[in-house]
C-alpha cells in the first residue's frame, strides 16, 4: 500500500459512526474546524469523517475543503500514536479564509488533539 494512500480502513463512513461521535465524543476547536474525537479500540489505525454542510459553498467549494483536509490527515496521521475516530466539522467563516489559514488552523487544531492524548484522557 502506499505511505499516503486513503483506504476504507482510515475513513468514517457510516452513519451510525458519526452519530456516535457526536453523542459520545469529545470536542475541540478554533475560529475554522469542530473536532470530534473518540478513542476506538476496534480499529487498527485513526479514521477520519469530514463534515462541510451546504452552507459553506456550492460542491466545488466543498470538495476541495475535503480535500484539503484529506491530504492534510494523510500526512500526517502517523503522529496519533493511538487510534482514535475524528470527525472534522468545518466552520462556515473558512470561505472568508486563504488556504494557508486554513492548513495552519488544521495543524493548531490536530496539535491540541495530540497533546489532549499525551496527557492520557
Do not use: W
Amino acid at each position: 500500500m502506499k505511505v499516503f494512500a486513503f483506504p476504507k480502513k482510515y475513513r468514517l463512513r457510516k452513519r451510525i459512526e458519526f452519530e456516535h461521535l457526536k453523542k459520545n465524543g469529545l470536542r475541540i476547536q478554533n475560529n475554522l474546524y469542530i473536532i470530534k474525537y473518540a478513542f476506538n479500540l476496534n480499529s487498527e489505525a485513526s479514521r477520519l469523517g469530514i463534515t462541510v454542510t451546504k452552507k459553506i459553498g456550492n460542491a466545488v467549494v466543498r470538495n476541495r475543503i475535503k480535500r484539503l483536509i484529506r491530504e492534510f490527515f494523510r500526512k500526517n496521521r502517523k503522529q496519533l500514536t493511538q487510534n482514535y475516530d475524528i470527525n472534522v466539522i468545518v466552520k462556515q467563516r473558512i470561505i472568508n479564509y486563504p488556504t494557508e489559514e486554513r492548513l495552519d488552523a488544521l495543524q493548531m487544531i490536530f496539535d491540541k488533539l495530540i497533546s489532549v492524548k499525551s496527557l492520557g484522557c
